[in-house]
């Protein structure tokens, strides 16, 4: 990682190191967005501005996509990005090179589509959100 601040970006290889100051923040996680990563955020009584998830697959019954309903839930924006492009576990590739493969209706509403670059769409938020403070966490 370089030592360059995003601005309201969150990078976490595994869903289970979110804390409580992740509110309000865009959060990408490596974990698969099965009902035991959206586990954590449900449990930590917060919401960010979206997570990105990997979406594993899918996986039988759509296991791997099921924190879709449960944040919206909690009202937490939510989508996948596909597994075919990043690496399950490595938030800073699915950052860099996911593409999204399912939203939630929080996150439709928020502009993000199936098809989009997981990097062009928080892009386009932090050029385009002037309600944004900034948090100096690092980038990839």
Same mark, same amino acid.
């Given at each position: 990682?370089?030592?360059?601040p995003?601005t309201n970006l969150? $990078? +976490?290889d !595994?869903? &289970? +190191?979110i804390e409580?100051?992740?509110? *309000?923040?865009?959060v990408?996680?490596?974990?698969? #967005? *099965?009902?035991?990563? &959206?586990?954590?955020? $449900?449990d930590?009584?917060?919401?960010?501005?979206i997570v990105?998830?990997?979406?594993a #697959?899918g *996986?039988?019954?759509d296991a #791997?996509i099921?924190a +879709? !309903? +449960?944040l919206?839930?909690?009202?937490?924006?939510?989508?996948t990005?596909a597994?075919? !492009?990043?690496?399950? #576990?490595d938030?800073?590739?699915g950052?860099n090179?996911?593409?999204?493969?399912h939203? =939630?209706a929080l996150?439709?509403?928020? *502009?993000?589509?199936?098809?989009d670059?997981?990097?062009?769409?928080i &892009?386009?938020?932090?050029? =385009?959100?002037p309600?944004?403070?900034?948090?100096?966490t690092?980038?990839?």
């Amino acid at each position: 990682m370089s030592s360059e601040p995003c601005t309201n970006l969150i $990078l +976490l290889d !595994s869903i &289970a +190191l979110i804390e409580k100051d992740a509110a *309000g923040f865009i959060v990408v996680s490596g974990s698969h #967005g *099965g009902a035991s990563a &959206a586990k954590f955020v $449900l449990d930590i009584g917060i919401q960010p501005k979206i997570v990105f998830y990997n979406d594993a #697959g899918g *996986g039988k019954d759509d296991a #791997g996509i099921v924190a +879709l !309903s +449960l944040l919206a839930g909690i009202r937490v924006p939510c989508a996948t990005y596909a597994h075919t !492009s990043a690496r399950i #576990g490595d938030a800073a590739d699915g950052y860099n090179n996911g593409i999204v493969t399912h939203v =939630n209706a929080l996150a439709a509403a928020m *502009g993000v589509r199936v098809g989009d670059r997981v990097r062009d769409v928080i &892009a386009a938020w932090q050029t =385009n959100d002037p309600t944004q403070t900034p948090k100096e966490t690092p980038c990839p």
